[in-house]
């Protein structure tokens, strides 16, 4: 019944900035880790960030110093922002959690993905 919704995708000129959200609804207790994934075309699925319940983040090596990522717990939300874009960055974007609901295990839950094209 756990659901994640990206949200933000769409047109973004090179150069610019990019900042996507990603919001779990259903019956959920806690988030306790949030990631970022990418897809480009014809390529893996390839690890963006994460952030922790706590705020721990950590990003791809490549993506250093362009991308940041925060949450909003009592939202259950959470969010990527990713500055001077170029057309590498394009791909599908997806959001995944690792969360706790009401049943006794832990959940891991994909967004549908939402795409960002780099473009003039």
């Known amino acids: 019944q756990v659901q994640l919704v990206e949200s933000g995708g769409g047109l973004v000129q090179p150069g610019g900035s990019l900042s996507l959200s990603c919001a779990a609804s259903g019956k959920i207790d806690l988030m306790l880790v949030m990631y970022w994934y990418r897809q480009a075309p014809g390529k893996q699925r390839d690890f963006v960030g994460s952030i922790t319940r706590s705020g721990d983040t950590k990003y791809a090596d490549s993506l250093k110093g362009r991308i940041a990522i925060s949450r909003d717990n009592a939202k259950n939300t959470f969010y990527l922002r990713m500055n001077t874009v170029e057309p590498e960055d394009t791909a599908v974007y997806y959001c995944?959690?690792?969360?706790?609901?009401?049943?006794?295990?832990?959940?891991?839950?994909w967004g549908q993905g939402t795409l960002v094209t780099v473009s003039s």
């Open positions: 995944k959690a690792t969360l706790r609901d009401w049943s006794p295990t832990y959940l891991e839950v």
